[in-house]
Antibody, heavy 122, light 110 residues
Framework: QVQLVQSGAEVKKPGASVKVSCKASGYTFTSYGISWVRQAPGQGLEWMGWISAYNGNTNYAQKLQGRVTMTTDTSTSTAYMELRSLRSDDTAVYYCATAYCGGDCYEAFDYWGQGTLVTVSS | IQLTQSPSSLSASVGDRVTITCRASQGISSYLAWYQQKPGKAPKLLIYAASTLQSGVPSRFSGSGSGTDFTLTISSLQPEDFATYYC?????????????FGPGTKVDIK
């Protein structure tokens, strides 16, 4: 069955970088993209961007352009999200998600990772 | 594309009919999904293409709408339905704002 398993919680200082991983299993990794979504404490969901696992093409949310990089390692079926120049308002749970149902479900996110808490604090 | 949801929260009783509205700032055809999220858990896809029930989701959930106005209806609220519900538009690509989510509607027990 499709599974996305994320790396563990991180604590970072302001100005540092964090790299969160998302290991996929149960499907052909290169056939689907991976999106990243974050959720600050007590807040709503924020779409961060998307990467094609097929060719590495990316699309990032405008507000994160220049600070975020999404990559994949097809040899291990793992996606990565790196966020740089961390600020306190980057404290959030970070999720990876995929639209395994693809165009049949209009690219809605039917599988999600368990989430990774990133805390930015001095 | 911006999404608004109303109400932002509501209190209801088991068995109640609940309706949540999602409005897009411009037309998105039927490129809208609804998710349910419980505390400490990842969101769960309920409905895609505005009105198609995801496999395994109870039939008391339904969605309707197209263009700019959408609704999620729970026909008879069950104890396990107390959660926060988000709409998401999947019509535009990042250069136009990305796959934005609505701000959410929290459904709690009256």
């Amino acid at each position: 069955q499709v599974q996305l398993v994320q790396s563990g919680a991180e604590v970072k200082k302001p100005g540092a970088s964090v790299k969160v991983s998302c290991k996929a299993s149960g499907y052909t990794f290169t056939s689907y993209g991976i999106s990243w979504v974050r959720q600050a404490p007590g807040q709503g969901l924020e779409w961060m961007g998307w990467i094609s696992a097929y060719n590495g093409n990316t699309n990032y949310a405008q507000k994160l352009q220049g600070r975020v990089t999404m990559t994949t390692d097809t040899s291990t079926s793992t996606a990565y999200m790196e966020l740089r120049s961390l600020r306190s308002d980057d404290t959030a749970v970070y999720y990876c998600a995929t639209a395994y149902c693809g165009g049949d479900c209009y690219e809605a996110f039917d599988y999600w990772g368990q989430g990774t808490l990133v805390t930015v604090s001095s | 594309i911006q999404l608004t949801q109303s109400p932002s929260s509501l209190s209801a009783s088991v068995g109640d009919r609940v309706t949540i509205t999602c409005r897009a700032s411009q037309g998105i055809s039927s490129y809208l999904a609804w998710y349910q999220q419980k505390p400490g858990k990842a969101p769960k896809l309920l409905i895609y293409a505005a009105s198609t029930l995801q496999s395994g989701v109870p039939s008391r959930f339904s969605g309707s709408g197209s263009g700019t106005d959408f609704t999620l209806t729970i026909s008879s609220l069950q104890p396990e339905d107390f959660a926060t519900y988000y709409c998401q538009q999947l019509n535009s690509y990042p250069r136009e704002g990305g796959f934005t989510f609505g701000p959410g509607t929290k459904v709690d027990i009256k």
